[in-house]
């Protein structure tokens, strides 16, 4: 039972280790859309 527990913990350690080392070197795109917006000259001073 001692020897599972630890296979266990050690398989968790292990899964969180390899999550934070994929998270830290995962390259995410920036998103790509693109956005228009039509401002009214109202809002512009003169």
Known sequence: ???LSRL???VVIALVVGT???LATWDI???VTTIE???PDERFPR
Do not use: D, G, S, T
Request: hydrophobic fraction near 65%; proline fraction near 13%.
């Open 37 to 39: 917006k039509v401002i």
């Open 8 to 10: 266990v913990l050690f």
């Open 29 to 31: 795109p920036a998103p």
């Open 20 to 22: 934070a080392a994929f």
């Open 1 to 3: 039972m001692r020897k």
